[in-house]
């Protein structure tokens, strides 16, 4: 379901990445998105859905990006920190697997 930003959120979208450009020369998409999402937490607008505005608001201005490798770490890397980054469908197939079934959904067995 596609959902409007407030216009106060699109404003901060645009003042950040015009600061980050200023600022870096060079906007990091995850951190920034981030930050406006903690700003307008009350909106409960998912971080993902934030960072398709700001990648769009950085593309309008010609801005290079980058994407936050500390923040890629903690997604893909769960173990090495305190917050449950799975997502829910891996969390409902850790449930109802088997012991002794491997849990990876990124798993890929092939016959050689």
């Given at each position: 379901?596609?959902?409007?930003?407030?216009?106060?959120?699109?404003?901060?979208?645009?003042?950040?990445?015009?600061?980050?450009?200023?600022?870096?020369?060079?906007?990091?998409?995850?951190?920034?998105?981030?930050?406006?999402?903690?700003?307008?937490?009350?909106?409960?607008i998912a971080?993902?859905?934030?960072?398709?505005?700001?990648?769009?608001?950085?593309?309008?201005?010609g801005a290079?990006?980058?994407?936050?490798?500390?923040?890629?770490?903690?997604?893909?890397?769960?173990?090495?920190?305190?917050?449950?980054?799975?997502?829910?469908?891996?969390?409902?197939?850790?449930?109802?697997?088997?012991?002794?079934?491997?849990?990876?959904?990124?798993?890929?067995?092939?016959?050689?």
């Open positions: 379901m596609l959902r409007g930003f407030s216009d106060q959120l699109r404003d901060d979208a645009h003042c950040k990445v015009r600061e980050a450009l200023r600022a870096n020369g060079i906007v990091n998409i995850i951190g920034l998105s981030e930050e406006i999402r903690l700003k307008h937490v009350h909106e409960n971080r993902e859905d934030i960072e398709n505005l700001v990648l769009h608001v950085a593309q309008l201005y290079p990006i980058e994407f936050d490798v500390h923040a890629l770490t903690a997604l893909d890397l769960p173990d090495a920190y305190a917050a449950d980054n799975r997502n829910d469908l891996e969390k409902i197939l850790g449930e109802r697997r088997q012991p002794d079934v491997p849990a990876d959904l990124l798993q890929v067995e092939t016959d050689q």
